[in-house]
């Protein structure tokens, strides 16, 4: 409210006999401001100083006038614009005080058509700076009185503060909605929140990103949009905290949710609190697409890790080896399972060569351009192998230091190989359970959901069944595992295989080795098709390689000492084939079949027909009971009907 004590100064300049007018002139304008100061100020300057007519204006650039108020003939009347060359004011403006007692329609004819006499004082700023003017004029002569001049120049004082102040006025609103439209449009976000994440005001940039709507933001909270994983809670509470403790926090990376869809996005945000104390001021960019390609190439670059892991170890693709019937099934049965998304359960002794059966399988199938990943379930310890298949978040138990991608995740696209399936833990088989059901799983310590595009093939030497039975595998998971199972003969099941597969580890290592074999001893051939191979296809690679090691000739020669003597039912090497097995004429000389039976009777013959506990014939074959009665049930072989 202005005030209405008139000042000391003002009151010498007037005398006291006109306080009484001044006070009524102050009092009509005290309680107004702006455009409205200035129109009660002419009004009662003109009743004060006896005029007809009375206005305020402002000077233009270009050497124009704009009245702000005037009051003519008992009313205002409509502000106009004027150009100030041949008019009295025009002297107002360039010497600041301009009284014409009469005669003024003669001087300035015929802009002032009318007007005899006139009195303008000009409006000036703080600095000096001529803003506009005050004047009056009438129809009739205005003597030469100091009381209308004292009156002219008080007020026209007063109307210089007021023109001033709203000149700051204005310019600091235009310079508000400058920075307002800056701080609008600007392409980086800025938010101004309370201390408790509290929007206070967002730019257009921040909304955009923060997927917010206008109207939210009176009831948004930052703190919100940060989803409930230890590493993204962490990072906000120690950005919140720095930004507590009165220091600049920059360019912390933030992991937040869009509020309209949720979707993750990533930013990098510095933030400072404003002096005030009361919020702070904070700017960020959208990094997501950054963030996730940095991801993308994290996970490629494991699986290159992974890939140039097993480059470095010894494939045996496309080294799957055999004419037998039992081996050539299973390739056709990989042919037809290959195309497909199915999930393959590959069953088999070990040693058999189920990975290369799992690697056949994905390099004919349409993911074939995409990773092929392993891992060995019975090779992780218990605690390790859930956060291998399914990676874990940051902090989500001791030792997680950073984020890692599960063998899932890296096989996105393409292929996971589970091998010894049968050695997983009860609550890793749930996780595996729901990963073949929704095709979905969770990193330990996260809460974000991966949907999992992955084949999965299983494989395992154990019996499942049994295994079932015993409680210690699930029922459920075998039968999502087992939606086209293979099964693998053992070699002893592929005797005509064996010269083929020795032929081809003769090739492989000799040349690793720097020996040059030209042929091979029959006799030596007979013991390895005599030998049942409990170890399989991976026994008979390492005792060629062995034997190339030792060989001193060109014909390789394998003696019976390298033969493992202490595997139990194993015919000594001095023993002569069976009549009719390898080595002897006759039309069961490639007999399999009979070569097998022959093998199974000796050992029976050996344990007394015991089939089960220590001394038994199925523990000297290196079999299950199980598997031998079901072998001797389909070779006819019975105590009764077997002599000895």
């Given at each position: 409210?202005?005030?209405?004590?008139?000042?000391?100064?003002?009151?010498?300049?007037?005398?006291?006999?006109?306080?009484?007018?001044?006070?009524?002139?102050?009092?009509?304008?005290?309680?107004?401001?702006?455009?409205?100061?200035?129109?009660?100020?002419?009004?009662?300057v003109a009743?004060?100083?006896?005029?007809?007519?009375?206005?305020?204006?402002?000077?233009?650039?270009?050497?124009?006038?704009?009245?702000?108020?005037?009051?003519?003939?008992?009313?205002?009347?409509?502000?106009?614009?004027?150009?100030?060359?041949?008019?009295?004011?025009e002297e107002v403006?360039?010497g600041?005080i301009?009284?014409?007692?009469?005669?003024?329609?003669?001087?300035?004819?015929?802009?002032?058509?009318?007007?005899?006499?006139?009195?303008?004082v000009?409006?000036?700023?703080?600095?000096?700076?001529?803003?506009?003017?005050?004047?009056?004029?009438?129809?009739?002569?205005?003597?030469?009185?100091?009381?209308?001049?004292?009156?002219?120049?008080i007020?026209?004082?007063?109307?210089?503060?007021?023109?001033?102040?709203?000149?700051?006025?204005?310019?600091?609103?235009?310079?508000?909605e400058?920075?307002?439209?800056?701080?609008?449009?600007?392409?980086?976000?800025?938010?101004?929140?309370?201390?408790?994440?509290?929007?206070?005001?967002?730019?257009?940039?921040?909304?955009?990103?923060?997927?917010?709507?206008?109207?939210?933001?009176?009831?948004?909270?930052?703190?919100?949009?940060?989803?409930?994983?230890?590493?993204?809670?962490r990072?906000?509470?120690e950005?919140?905290e720095?930004?507590?403790?009165?220091t600049?926090?920059?360019?912390v990376?933030?992991?937040?949710?869009?509020?309209d869809?949720?979707?993750?996005?990533?930013?990098?945000?510095?933030?400072?609190?404003?002096?005030?104390?009361?919020?702070?001021?904070?700017?960020?960019?959208?990094?997501?697409?950054?963030?996730?390609?940095?991801?993308?190439?994290?996970?490629?670059?494991?699986?290159?890790?992974?890939?140039?892991?097993?480059?470095?170890?010894?494939?045996?693709?496309?080294?799957?080896?055999?004419?037998?019937?039992?081996?050539?099934?299973?390739?056709?049965?990989?042919?037809?399972?290959?195309?497909?998304?199915?999930?393959?359960?590959i069953?088999?002794?070990?040693?058999?060569?189920?990975?290369?059966?799992?690697?056949?399988?994905?390099?004919?199938?349409?993911?074939?351009d995409?990773?092929?990943?392993?891992?060995?379930?019975a090779?992780l310890?218990?605690?390790?192998?859930?956060?291998?298949?399914?990676?874990?978040?940051?902090?989500?138990?001791?030792?997680?230091?950073?984020?890692?991608?599960?063998?899932?995740?890296?096989?996105?696209?393409?292929?996971?190989?589970?091998?010894?399936?049968?050695?997983?833990?009860?609550?890793?088989?749930?996780?595996?359970?729901?990963?073949?059901?929704?095709?979905?799983?969770?990193?330990?310590?996260?809460?974000?959901?991966?949907?999992?595009?992955?084949?999965?093939?299983?494989?395992?030497?154990?019996?499942?069944?049994?295994?079932?039975?015993?409680?210690?595998?699930?029922?459920?998971?075998?039968?999502?595992?087992?939606?086209?199972p293979?099964t693998?003969?053992?070699?002893?099941?592929?005797?005509?295989?064996?010269?083929?597969?020795?032929?081809?580890f003769?090739?492989k290592?000799?040349?690793?080795?720097?020996?040059?074999?030209?042929?091979i001893?029959?006799?030596?051939?007979?013991?390895?098709?005599?030998?049942?191979?409990?170890?399989?296809?991976?026994?008979?690679?390492?005792?060629?390689?062995?034997?190339?090691?030792l060989?001193?000739?060109?014909?390789?020669?394998?003696?019976?000492?390298?033969?493992?003597?202490?595997?139990?039912?194993?015919?000594?090497?001095?023993?002569?084939?069976?009549?009719?097995?390898?080595?002897?004429?006759?039309?069961?000389?490639?007999?399999?079949?009979?070569?097998?039976?022959?093998?199974?009777?000796?050992?029976?013959?050996?344990?007394r027909?015991?089939?089960?506990?220590?001394?038994?014939?199925?523990?000297?074959?290196?079999?299950?009971p199980?598997?031998?009665?079901?072998?001797?049930?389909?070779?006819?072989?019975?105590?009764?009907?077997?002599?000895?």
């Amino acid at each position: 409210m202005r005030e209405v004590e008139l000042t000391s100064a003002e009151v010498a300049a007037a005398g006291a006999e006109d306080v009484a007018l001044l006070r009524s002139v102050v009092e009509g304008t005290a309680h107004s401001s702006g455009a409205r100061f200035l129109e009660n100020l002419v009004q009662h300057v003109a009743a004060a100083v006896g005029v007809h007519h009375a206005f305020a204006s402002e000077l233009l650039p270009g050497g124009r006038i704009r009245t702000l108020a005037f009051w003519s003939n008992g009313k205002l009347v409509d502000n106009i614009e004027y150009e100030l060359a041949g008019t009295p004011c025009e002297e107002v403006l360039s010497g600041g005080i301009c009284h014409i007692p009469s005669g003024v329609q003669q001087k300035y004819a015929p802009k002032e058509q009318g007007v005899e006499s006139y009195l303008g004082v000009a409006l000036k700023s703080q600095n000096g700076a001529v803003m506009g003017h005050l004047c009056g004029f009438d129809e009739a002569p205005m003597p030469s009185e100091p009381r209308k001049l004292a009156i002219f120049q008080i007020f026209a004082a007063r109307a210089g503060a007021e023109l001033e102040r709203a000149r700051v006025e204005r310019e600091l609103h235009e310079s508000e909605e400058r920075f307002r439209d800056l701080f609008d449009e600007a392409p980086i976000a800025y938010v101004n929140e309370g201390l408790d994440s509290k929007f206070l005001r967002a730019n257009r940039a921040a909304l955009r990103i923060l997927g917010v709507k206008p109207e939210e933001v009176p009831t948004m909270y930052g703190a919100s949009l940060c989803p409930d994983t230890p590493d993204a809670q962490r990072r906000l509470k120690e950005a919140f905290e720095s930004v507590g403790r009165g220091t600049d926090t920059s360019g912390v990376v933030l992991e937040l949710r869009r509020k309209d869809d949720g979707r993750p996005i990533f930013i990098q945000w510095w933030s400072k609190p404003d002096p005030s104390g009361t919020h702070t001021r904070t700017m960020f960019v959208d990094i997501t697409d950054r963030v996730l390609m940095e991801r993308e190439q994290a996970k490629l670059q494991q699986q290159n890790n992974y890939l140039r892991e097993e480059i470095k170890s010894v494939h045996n693709f496309e080294e799957i080896i055999g004419a037998t019937a039992g081996l050539v099934q299973v390739l056709r049965n990989v042919q037809r399972v290959a195309p497909t998304d199915a999930t393959v359960l590959i069953l088999g002794e070990t040693g058999t060569g189920k990975e290369l059966i799992a690697r056949a399988i994905h390099s004919t199938s349409n993911r074939a351009d995409k990773p092929f990943i392993k891992i060995n379930c019975a090779a992780l310890p218990t605690g390790l192998i859930e956060s291998e298949l399914f990676g874990h978040e940051r902090g989500a138990f001791s030792g997680a230091i950073q984020r890692r991608i599960g063998r899932f995740e890296l096989a996105q696209g393409g292929t996971i190989f589970l091998d010894e399936i049968g050695e997983v833990s009860a609550e890793v088989q749930i996780k595996l359970l729901r990963v073949l059901q929704e095709r979905e799983f969770e990193r330990i310590g996260g809460n974000q959901t991966i949907k999992c595009d992955a084949r999965i093939v299983a494989a395992t030497n154990r019996d499942l069944a049994a295994a079932i039975a015993a409680g210690t595998f699930r029922q459920d998971l075998f039968y999502r595992l087992n939606v086209f199972p293979l099964t693998l003969p053992p070699l002893r099941a592929r005797a005509e295989d064996i010269p083929l597969l020795v032929k081809f580890f003769v090739q492989k290592y000799g040349f690793r080795v720097g020996r040059r074999i030209e042929s091979i001893d029959q006799a030596t051939m007979d013991r390895l098709m005599c030998y049942p191979w409990p170890g399989n296809i991976r026994e008979l690679e390492n005792i060629i390689e062995r034997a190339l090691i030792l060989a001193a000739s060109p014909v390789l020669s394998i003696e019976a000492e390298l033969l493992p003597s202490s595997v139990p039912g194993m015919r000594k090497a001095t023993d002569q084939p069976p009549p009719g097995g390898p080595g002897h004429d006759g039309a069961a000389a490639n007999d399999l079949e009979s070569v097998q039976r022959e093998h199974i009777l000796a050992v029976l013959r050996q344990s007394r027909w015991v089939v089960e506990g220590e001394q038994g014939a199925a523990v000297r074959l290196g079999m299950k009971p199980a598997t031998l009665r079901h072998r001797m049930k389909k070779l006819g072989i019975s105590r009764w009907g077997a002599q000895g």
